[in-house]
């Protein structure tokens, strides 16, 4: 077991080259990911930004973070592309009968994940900032900022890993990110929650998307974070722990 | 006496109500060739999985390399390798990167030194840098047993190692697998090819129905038959020799 251990990382290492080299030759998965929220982010900042009514000057400083999370809530599909992949190829099975930790495979493509989430996050703020994002925030709260949008993706990811290792078909392994990137849109990332009908308020106030955008927001506009940061952090926490027990849980029977 | 690679006492697995396994027995010597014969879904890839670590068994013992299957798993992957029935290859990686990979993940010294070296002997050096989503299906074959060879493993377990090739890619396995056990490799191989069984195996046990009916030599199985009779046939070119006489004139050309 002893060795098991010490070559955990360096074996990880490993799994992560590998789906990085997976990321990096297929271009489609770069574009997809990135451009799709840049489209989502001039329209609503040149089409539909001058008829909403944010209270906020600048209208890209209030849409980014909602952008951010769309960007990822898409990003993660690809890790439930991979490793059904991967499943469906056997290759799997190879690692598995190797002497390597069994859960090295699954951290190698969270790992992954992780990586290349970040990549499109730095790209996607790059394009707003010629599109005029402003933040007067400092150093400490662009790591929170770092730290709250990592969690999401690694909590995202989990969730992700679980249709990754029990879909029948690759179509199956993938559409669960669709009601993913669409919940965005019913919270406060767009528009103000204030002028949605009762029911619709209720549920975009209360789900995950909206504490967490209300968070990075305050973050990057330099204003005092409220008690949200912890609906936020919870959520995200909470979300971690259930898809990681089911996604092990999956992997164990997935032999 | 020779030692032994692989011994099964009285292995049972069950999938809910299906009864697959129900008391197998059956010892491997080490540096031998072992075919387990039976028709699909008689459970061959189930002790495959047992033994390779991959699925628990619900009795019964299985000691592979001397290490427990079930309390010792780790020393078991250490001693083998495994190659399934789908070339479990990165299709998406070069060869070469193929085998750099499992090189590392064997924590090898030089990885680049070990994958050149079985690009060479498996003849894939022309096509180590190309990417292996361009690969016939014979040289998928191939990379996979390299991919399994890398970092010699004393144990290989290749399930249904020939399903899917066409006969000229099915006779060079065929000779492989005859070198590596001249090495002095223990190799244990499924089949539902009696031919295939025939050809390589120094030992062939028959899984029917959940239990080994029937082990030995081919020699001794074919005691287990009345003996054989003279008869005058005439023998006919099969499709398989007629084809592989034209591709061999094709190639001398």
Request: proline fraction near 4%.
């Amino acid at each position: 077991m002893e060795t098991i251990q010490k070559h955990f990382f360096s074996d990880m290492s490993v799994m992560l080259g590998r789906s990085m080299r997976h990321i990096f030759r297929s271009m489609d998965t770069i574009i997809t990911v990135t451009i799709m929220p840049i489209m989502f982010m001039l329209l609503f900042v040149y089409v539909f930004g001058g008829a909403i009514q944010t209270g906020t000057a600048n209208y890209v400083n209030y849409l980014l973070p909602g952008i951010l999370l769309i960007a990822i809530a898409s990003g993660i599909s690809y890790t439930a592309f991979r490793l059904f992949t991967d499943v469906q190829r056997g290759i799997i099975e190879r690692f598995r009968s190797m002497p390597i930790a069994p859960s090295t495979m699954l951290w190698g493509h969270v790992l992954t994940s992780l990586v290349s989430n970040a990549i499109s996050v730095v790209v996607i703020i790059l394009v707003a900032l010629i599109m005029g994002f402003r933040s007067s925030a400092g150093i400490v709260s662009w790591l929170a900022v770092a730290g709250i949008l990592a969690l999401f993706t690694l909590a995202l990811t989990w969730v992700a890993v679980i249709p990754g290792l029990t879909a029948k078909s690759i179509d199956g392994a993938t559409a669960f990110s669709y009601p993913l990137i669409f919940l965005p849109f019913i919270s406060s990332a767009f528009v103000p929650t204030r002028t949605m009908p009762l029911v619709v308020r209720v549920f975009a106030e209360n789900q995950p998307v909206t504490a967490i955008v209300e968070t990075i927001r305050a973050l990057l506009s330099g204003q005092p974070v409220s008690q949200e940061i912890w609906v936020a952090l919870a959520w995200c926490v909470g979300i971690l722990i259930v898809a990681y027990i089911f996604a092990m849980r999956a992997y164990q029977k997935r032999v | 006496m020779q030692n032994i690679s692989i011994q099964v006492k009285d292995l049972q697995k069950s999938y809910k109500k299906l009864n697959v396994l129900k008391g197998v027995n059956f010892t491997v010597d080490q540096g031998s060739i072992f075919a387990l014969l039976g028709s699909n879904g008689a459970g061959k890839t189930t002790i495959i999985k047992i033994l390779t670590t991959l699925l628990k068994q619900d009795g019964g013992t299985a000691i592979v390399n001397g290490f427990d299957v079930a309390s010792k798993p780790y020393h078991v992957r250490q001693s083998l390798s495994l190659t399934g029935q789908f070339a479990a290859v990165d299709e998406i990686l070069t060869g070469r990167e193929n085998l750099i990979m499992i090189a590392q993940l064997r924590h090898l010294k030089h990885p680049r030194q070990v994958a050149d070296e079985l690009l060479t002997r498996f003849g894939l050096t022309d096509a180590a840098n190309r990417r292996v989503s361009t690969y016939s299906g014979g040289m998928r074959r191939r990379l996979d047993l390299a991919m399994s060879l890398v970092g010699t493993p004393p144990i290989l377990f290749l399930d249904e190692p020939t399903t899917g090739l066409d006969p000229e890619a099915r006779i060079e396995m065929w000779k492989v697998v005859k070198e590596l056990a001249d090495g002095g490799r223990t190799i244990f191989l499924t089949t539902q090819y009696l031919e295939e069984a025939e050809q390589l195996a120094d030992r062939i046990a028959i899984l029917h129905e959940g239990k080994i009916i029937a082990s030995g030599t081919l020699l001794e199985l074919k005691k287990l038959f009345p003996p054989a009779q003279v008869e005058y046939v005439e023998k006919q070119p099969t499709l398989e020799e007629i084809f592989l006489a034209i591709i061999g004139k094709k190639e001398a050309h």
